[in-house]
Structure formats: structure tokens, C-alpha cells
């Protein structure tokens, strides 16, 4: 294929830009619960804070439908990119609660804008009938991203230890110029339907409301807290850390496109029931780990069932109006951290007292999740938003 074909297909765009983020988002990640404990004595208070803080910028991602009446989508796209990156470079210069807390925002702003606008073009640009498959597809580049990302962190500060603050620079910098890259390189795409330039909430749409906002609940609990659980309790170093993350990714980059068309063909509410049971007996079992390689285990089989909740946007991508994907991206997306913005600080200091229950905490909010599955139709279009709409 020639290169100018490969510069013209937005499908390639979406993908570039799917490489780029997790590569320096995934280092941010990977060392920070070490990063904070070693360098800023954080306990489970301030990690929850900063996890709450980091979360505000999701919570506002409705505000993203306001910026697009100045900045279309796909250039809105390339400077959330450039600002995330800017946030990680900045991050280990600042090794104190209050200028992790900065750096933290920075970061999250660029990185919830570009989550929600790179939704709303993924939906827009991508046919319905090749979405799952699509973003499968797009899991596995990033986990590939995410790969290179934490085997390079452990050559680089296990094998020539490197510091957090020049790990943190590389990895800022190099998003830095590879976005500038993809920004010069790509042409601009076309939108085939007019979006929204305003705020919407629809009645119909209330199952995939609800779905997104316990999918934000109970994500959380995985990444602030079975993080935290492994370097706290268990005393696990950023080698093994990263060593977890690498099987995680691993498996993402054989199976995740395997797992969209697997979608497309069982259906998500197949798909989302059993991902609800497993995370359900995934919780429960963190609450009662007393041993490092179970709770090891867990982390792993936690981090597989990911995959499974691109059902929820595919499911959205079938009841939807075209022209509503813009908004009801940014709305979704402030719903989901709703409970985001509040929960790691909450459970910050429920983990103080015990931190078992948090995990329990995380099981009820699956177990919602659960119930509410049962509502998706088999074949959702729009007009059978739910199961009792089906004839």
C-alpha cells in the first residue's frame, strides 16, 4: 500500500492515535503508585485524592460538545494528545503532593477530551457491522503501545536505573513528537453527519446511562485500589508491577480483535452478563487475598475482562441517532466518572479502616451492573433500546 493511502484512511488516524496514547498514559500508570509512596509518603487519603482529581476533567467531558463550535473533532483530537503529554514530561519534576496533584490534572484533562472525542470519530467513522471487530482491533494496537511502554520501563530503570524524572521526560517526549508527527501527516476527515453542538440527554438512551455509570464505579476500584493493593500490602516493586501489566497486554494484543468479532456475533448481552458474574466472584475473591500470587492472579483475570465492555459502545452505536454520537459521547463519559470523582476518595478512607470492603463495595456495584444487563435486547436498533421493546 502506498504511504499517501495509508495517510488518507481515518481508520488509520484512529489507530495511530490509539498507539500514542496508552504508550505514554501506560507510564504514567505504571510507576505512579510506587512514584508516590517512595517520593511523596503518600497513604490510601491522598492516593484517593489525586485518583478523585485526576477524574474531574472525565466528569467535565460533557464540555468537550462546547469546544467543538470553535475545534473540530479530529483536530481537538491531536491537541488533547499534545497536553497529556506535556502533563506526563511534567510529572517527574514535581515529586510533592501538591505538584503531583497539578501535573495530575494537566495530564487528565488532554487525556478524557481525547477519550471522548476519540469515541464519538471511532462511531462515526467506522461502519456499524465491522465496530466490534474495529475496536477490538484498536485494544490491541494500544496494549502493543502498552507493551513496548512497560518492558522498555523495566530495561530501562531495573537494568540501567533510570530515575522516575527522566523515565517520565522520555516518554512525554516522545508522545510530543509522534503527535506532531500524526498532526502533519493526516489530512482532514470529513464528518458524514452534521453533529449536535449542544447538550444531550435523551429518555431512550437511559439503559446505556446507566450501564456507563457503574462500568465508571466499578473501574475505578480496579485502577486505584488493586494497584494500591499490590505495592501496599503485598510490597510488589515497579518490576513486578509492570510485570503484571505485560501479561495483561499481552493477552489484549493476541485476543482483543478476536474478542470484538465475538461480540458481533453473540451479542453484547451475552457478553456483558458474563462479564457482570465474573467481576462479581473477581471482587469478592480481592477482598479475602492474604497471598501475593493469588491476588497476582486476580489482577491478571481483572485486567481480561476489559475486552468485554466494547460491548457497551457497540450497543450504544445501535440505538443511537447518528447525529447525537458527539454529544452523548461527552455526556457519557461525565457520567461515568460521576461516581468516579467521588468514590476514590470515599474508599480511600474506607481502605483505612479496612480495606477488604472495598472490594465488596466493588462486587455490589457489578452485581447492578448484572441486573441491568438483562435489559439489552438481543438485537438492539433504534426503537428496541430494550429487551421488552422486542417483538
Not at 502506498?2 to 488518507?8: A, G, P, R, Y
Request: with cysteine.
Amino acid at each position: 500500500m502506498k504511504t499517501s493511502k495509508i495517510f488518507n484512511r481515518p481508520e488509520n488516524l484512529l489507530l495511530a492515535m490509539a498507539f500514542i496514547m496508552p504508550l505514554v498514559f501506560s507510564v504514567w500508570m505504571a510507576l505512579l503508585n510506587n512514584f508516590v509512596i517512595e517520593k511523596a509518603q503518600f497513604t490510601g487519603t491522598e492516593i484517593g485524592i489525586l485518583q478523585s482529581l485526576r477524574e474531574i476533567p472525565g466528569f467535565l467531558a460533557f464540555t468537550v460538545i462546547y469546544l467543538l463550535l470553535f475545534v473540530k473533532e479530529q483536530k481537538l483530537a491531536i491537541i488533547s494528545l499534545f497536553l497529556t503529554a506535556i502533563g506526563v514530561t511534567a510529572t517527574g519534576y514535581f515529586p510533592d503532593v501538591y505538584g503531583l496533584y497539578i501535573t495530575t490534572i494537566i495530564m487528565s484533562i488532554g487525556f478524557h477530551y481525547f477519550e471522548t472525542v476519540n469515541q464519538s470519530l471511532t462511531l462515526q467513522w467506522v461502519n456499524k457491522d465491522n465496530t466490534a471487530h474495529f475496536l477490538g482491533k484498536m485494544l490491541s494496537v494500544k496494549s502493543i503501545a502498552s507493551l513496548l511502554a512497560f518492558s522498555s520501563i523495566w530495561l530501562l530503570m531495573e537494568q540501567f536505573s533510570w530515575s522516575y524524572k527522566a523515565t517520565y521526560t522520555l516518554f512525554g517526549g516522545i508522545a510530543l513528537v509522534f503527535t506532531a508527527l500524526i498532526a502533519i501527516s493526516f489530512k482532514q476527515f470529513p464528518i458524514h453527519v452534521e453533529q449536535e453542538k449542544k447538550l444531550i440527554l435523551r429518555k431512550r438512551y437511559w439503559l446505556f446511562y446507566a450501564l456507563t455509570f457503574f462500568s465508571g464505579a466499578r473501574r475505578q476500584i480496579f485502577v486505584v485500589f488493586a494497584g494500591f493493593l499490590m505495592v501496599e500490602k503485598f510490597g510488589y516493586s515497579v518490576a513486578d508491577i509492570s510485570a503484571l501489566f505485560l501479561i495483561n497486554y499481552i493477552f489484549n494484543w493476541l485476543f482483543a480483535a478476536r474478542i470484538g468479532k465475538l461480540i458481533g456475533i453473540i451479542g453484547e448481552r451475552r457478553v456483558l452478563k458474563f462479564e457482570y458474574v465474573g467481576l462479581i466472584t473477581l471482587f469478592i475473591a480481592y477482598g479475602l487475598a492474604e497471598n501475593a500470587t493469588f491476588a497476582a492472579i486476580l489482577y491478571v483475570v481483572d485486567h481480561l475482562f476489559f475486552a468485554l465492555a466494547i460491548a457497551i459502545k457497540t450497543y450504544f452505536q445501535k440505538i443511537a441517532k447518528p447525529e447525537d454520537i458527539a454529544s452523548t459521547a461527552g455526556v457519557s463519559f461525565s457520567i461515568n466518572h460521576i461516581a468516579a470523582v467521588v468514590i476514590p476518595a470515599l474508599l480511600g478512607m474506607v481502605w483505612i479502616i479496612n480495606s477488604s470492603w472495598v472490594f465488596y463495595i466493588g462486587a455490589c456495584f457489578a452485581f447492578c451492573s448484572l441486573c441491568l444487563s438483562h435489559l439489552i435486547p438481543t438485537n438492539p436498533k433504534q426503537g428496541v433500546e430494550l429487551k421488552f421493546q422486542e417483538q
